[in-house]
């Protein structure tokens, strides 16, 4: 007798419900879940190419968050400026992102600190993996209390 195959399922589509509430002004978010404001002044929200660069950002930290966990060394803070520069032509499409993060923690190293990031920004987000391949994304790392 074998043993049965396993059938392998497709994963779930992500859902997201936009609602338009005037001018540039979207409210989004999961189908009866938490909604972000996204505006394209930048005046109630963030811009869409501003809400890009945050999910850059916190998928990236998302990983970072877990890896230096696994490794015993929990971060106690973490903040991260990015930087988006965009091409002069349309569409204005982002070229360079540098995520500048700052991460406190009893027993984080730079090293260890910037291999985390460094996989998740090369391996495991998936975000970046959804930009395009010729966007450079670049990081620095400075420990706190070191």
């Not at 660069?53 to 106690?76: F, M």
């Not at 520069?85 to 991460?103: A, W």
């Not at 923690?105 to 987000?125: D, F, M, V």
Request: with cysteine; aromatic share 6%.
């Amino acid at each position: 007798m074998t043993a049965p195959v396993p059938v392998k399922t497709a994963a779930k589509p992500s859902l997201i419900h936009v609602n338009w509430v005037g001018g540039h002004r979207f409210d989004a978010g999961r189908p009866n879940g938490p909604t972000a404001r996204i505006d394209g002044e930048g005046e109630t929200g963030q811009s869409p190419p501003e809400t890009l660069l945050s999910a850059l950002a916190t998928c990236v930290s998302y990983d970072v968050i877990d890896i230096l966990a696994k490794q015993r060394t929990p971060i106690e803070s973490l903040e991260i400026d990015v930087v988006g520069e965009r091409v002069d032509t349309i569409p204005r499409r982002y070229k360079y992102v540098t995520l500048n993060f700052r991460i406190g923690g009893k027993g984080i190293e730079k090293g260890q600190a910037l291999r985390a990031i460094e996989l998740s920004a090369t391996k495991y987000c998936s975000v970046r993996d959804s930009l395009r391949p010729d966007i450079q994304v670049a990081w620095t790392v400075e420990i706190l209390g070191a």
